[in-house]
C-alpha cells in the first residue's frame, strides 16, 4: 500500500482532512508531565489518545526534537512507534525541510524512510530536481514538495517572478529573460511533471495563501496538498478549505499544531477543526 | 570572539582555506574500522588526527549521521566534542541546509548553536528572511546562506531569471514583471542587506559554477563563501580559487569531502589540496 492510499483510506474511515502537527515546546507543556521521565513522548502520547480518531495524519516537526538533541529525538521515535503499533492506519508525516546534494539526499532519506520509518517527509526545493529525487525513489512514500509556505517571508523569494522551465533532470526548456508565473508556480508545475514518472508527489501550500493555493489547484486538480496556517498562524480555514479541495472535495490535508495541542481541550478542538473543514469542503 | 574572528585566525595559523567534510559512510569505511563500536566517530577522529594542522575548519554533513539513527548522530556529537577539546581553535560548521518557519527555525537554530554546539550552520533562502532570521540572531555564529550549489540541479531553480527585490521583513520593494538577474544573484543581493545588519553572513558557492562565482563576489566583496566541488565532484579548483578569492586573498573556504575522507593517505592528499589552493589564490 503506498502514502496516498494509506491516506484516502484514513480521510474515509475519520471523515477528516484534519493533520496535527506534534510540535511540543518544553515551555509550553503542563507541569505535571514535565517532571516524568519522557515528557515529550509523555505529552504527544495524551494528543494521540485524545485525538487518534479525528485526523488523517499526525506531523511531527523534527525541528521541535531537534532543539532538545538526542533525548528530543529518541522521543520522536518512541513517538513514531507508538503510533505505528497502536495506530498503523494513520500516516505519520516527517516534518523535516530536507534537501542536499545527490549524495547526502539519498543519506536524508534513508533516514527518513529507513530510520525514522515514517510514511512522508517535507522536502525543499531550492537546490532542484537531482535533490529531490532520491526522496521519490521510494514510491511507496509520500514526498511533500515545498511550494509556497504559510509565513510572511514566503514572499520573499517564492513569489519572484520567473522566466518557466521544466527540470527533470535531462537539461532545461528555458526561456530565459521571459517572464511568465512566480517562482512558486513554476515551482508547481515542476512537481507536477516529477508526479507523472514517480506518482507520489504531494505540495506545501500555507492557508495563508488562498488565491495562490487556487492557482496551484488549477495546475495540480489532482495532488494532494498539505496545507498549514489555519490555526495559530489565522490563515482563513474557510476560504482555502473552498478552493483547495479537489474535484471529489479531498486531497488536502489541513495541518494544526499549536492551537490544538497547547488547548485545554485538545480533543474539542480538534473536533471542532475537522468540523469546519467539512463544512466549507 | 565571533566565527569570522576564529576563522580568520585559523586560516593565518594554518595557512590553509581547505575545509575537510566529515562525511563518513559505512559502506566505505575501511574494514578495521568498522569492527570498532563507535565506528563512524574512529573513522572522524583517524580524519581528524592526519588533517588538524592543514584546515581553516570541519564540516560534518549531518545527513550522513541522520542516516543511522540515533547512533549515529551520538556519534557526531563525540566527534563535535572531540574536536572542540584537543582542537578548539578549528571551527566546526554544521552542514545541514535548514531552514523553516519563524518558530520551528527558532528551533533548528537552539539545536544547532544549543545542543551540537557549533560555530555556523548552512541554510536555505527558499522560505525567506523571516525563516533564517532566528539564526542570524546569535550573533557570534556563522550563517552560511546557500546561493549557488555545487550540484547539477542547481540550475533548476537557481538560475531561473527573477524580478528583483530586497526582503528584510520590512516589506518589499519588487518591480514586478521586471527581469533583472538570475535567483541565486538576487539571493546573493539580499544576502549583503541581512549582513549590514547582522554580520555574520556567509553563503554557498559550488567551484562547480565558477562564473557564477565571479558575479557573487562582485556583488559580495567582502564576505566569506563556503565553495564545494573541488573534490570529488571535479570542480574547477584553480578557476574558482582565482576567481573566489577576496582582495586580501582569502575571503573563501574550499570544502572536499570525499577525495579526502576515502584517500588511502588522507593526509598527504589534504596537503596536496590545501597547496594547490594557495598557489592558485
Redesign the interface.
Given at each position: 500500500m503506498n502514502f496516498k492510499q494509506k491516506l484516502e483510506i484514513i480521510i474515509k474511515k475519520n471523515n477528516s482532512l484534519l493533520c496535527i502537527g506534534l510540535?511540543p515546546?518544553l515551555e509550553k507543556i503542563p507541569n505535571f508531565l514535565l517532571k516524568k521521565k519522557d515528557s515529550i513522548f509523555e505529552f504527544n502520547i495524551e494528543i494521540i489518545k485524545k485525538t487518534h480518531d479525528l485526523v488523517c495524519a499526525y506531523k511531527p516537526?523534527i525541528?521541535?526534537y531537534?532543539?532538545?538533541?538526542?533525548k528530543g529525538?529518541?522521543q520522536l521515535?518512541k513517538t513514531v512507534e507508538y503510533i505505528k503499533y497502536y495506530h498503523p492506519e494513520i500516516p505519520i508525516i516527517l516534518?523535516a525541510?530536507?534537501?542536499?546534494?545527490?549524495?547526502?539526499?539519498k543519506?536524508?532519506a534513508?533516514?527518513a524512510f529507513?530510520?525514522?520509518n515514517v510514511d512522508a517527509i517535507t522536502v525543499?526545493?531550492?537546490?532542484?530536481?537531482?535533490?529531490i529525487e532520491p526522496f521519490l525513489e521510494y514510491k511507496d512514500k509520500g514526498v511533500i514538495i515545498?511550494c509556497k509556505?504559510?509565513?510572511?517571508?514566503?514572499?520573499?523569494?517564492?513569489?519572484?517572478?520567473?522566466?518557466p522551465?521544466i527540470?527533470l533532470?535531462s537539461g532545461?526548456n528555458?526561456t530565459?529573460?521571459e517572464?511568465v508565473e512566480p517562482?512558486y508556480l513554476?515551482?508547481a508545475r515542476?512537481v507536477v511533471e516529477w508526479d507523472k514518472k514517480y506518482k507520489n508527489c504531494l505540495m506545501v501550500i500555507g492557508a495563508t495563501w488562498p488565491n495562490d493555493l487556487k492557482k496551484i489547484r488549477k495546475i495540480a486538480p489532482n495532488m494532494y496538498f498539505l496545507v498549514?496556517g489555519i490555526g495559530a498562524q489565522k490563515g482563513e480555514a474557510e476560504k482555502a478549505a473552498k478552493v483547495g479541495v479537489n474535484k471529489d472535495k479531498s486531497g488536502i490535508m489541513f495541518n494544526v499544531g499549536r492551537s490544538i495541542i497547547y488547548d485545554p481541550y485538545p480533543r474539542k478542538k480538534a473536533s471542532e477543526l475537522k468540523n469546519i473543514i467539512n463544512r466549507f469542503r
Open positions: 510540535d515546546d516537526n525541528a521541535f531537534e532543539a532538545y538533541g538526542l529525538l529518541s521515535k516534518d525541510k530536507r534537501a542536499d546534494i545527490g549524495n547526502a539526499s543519506m536524508y534513508k533516514s529507513g530510520y525514522w525543499n526545493p531550492y537546490l532542484g530536481f537531482d535533490s515545498l509556505t504559510s509565513n510572511p517571508g514566503a514572499k520573499d523569494f517564492q513569489d519572484s517572478y520567473v522566466s522551465g527540470h533532470g532545461l528555458r530565459p529573460r517572464i517562482l513554476n515551482i515542476n498549514p
